[in-house]
């Protein structure tokens, strides 16, 4: 009896860390669904600028960028969006002041093409 004692312990202790793991496995799986199947905040909500077709297709266009290119490449153009949703191509300078709040709008995106005059 006392030769299947410590093997005995051994298969119950190994039985029970076993069911501990699968056991914690099981809530972090269940949380990360949890986490990953709740409804996520709109875009705006998180101050995201929200892209039309029409505004994808502006920045294509004019080779834009939403995040900035490399330190050494100077942008020739921005896009901003005013007050009413309009996006529109307007001159590094302008861009720049309405992202220091200087000028109205909001800043979508800096462009390497140039702003082309209208008419």
């Known amino acids: ?22 056991a914690l496995t099981l809530l972090v799986g269940f949380g990360a669904m949890s986490v990953l199947a709740a409804p996520q905040p709109p875009a705006q909500q998180l101050g995201l600028s929200v892209q039309d077709e029409a505004t994808t297709k502006l920045l294509e266009r004019n080779r834009c960028s939403t995040t900035g290119f ?8 921005a896009i ?3 007050g009413n949703g309009r ?3 307007v001159s590094f300078d302008h861009g720049w002041a309405v992202f220091k709040k200087e000028r109205p709008g909001e800043l979508v ?4 093409s140039r702003p082309r005059a209208i008419g």
């Open 1 to 22: 009896m006392d030769a299947r004692v410590p093997w005995l312990r051994t298969a119950v202790t190994s039985i029970r860390t076993a069911m501990t793991a699968g």
């Open 70 to 77: 490399a330190p050494d490449v100077i942008p020739a153009s």
């Open 80 to 82: 901003i969006r005013d």
């Open 87 to 89: 996006t529109r191509v």
């Open 109 to 112: 995106a800096v462009c390497l």
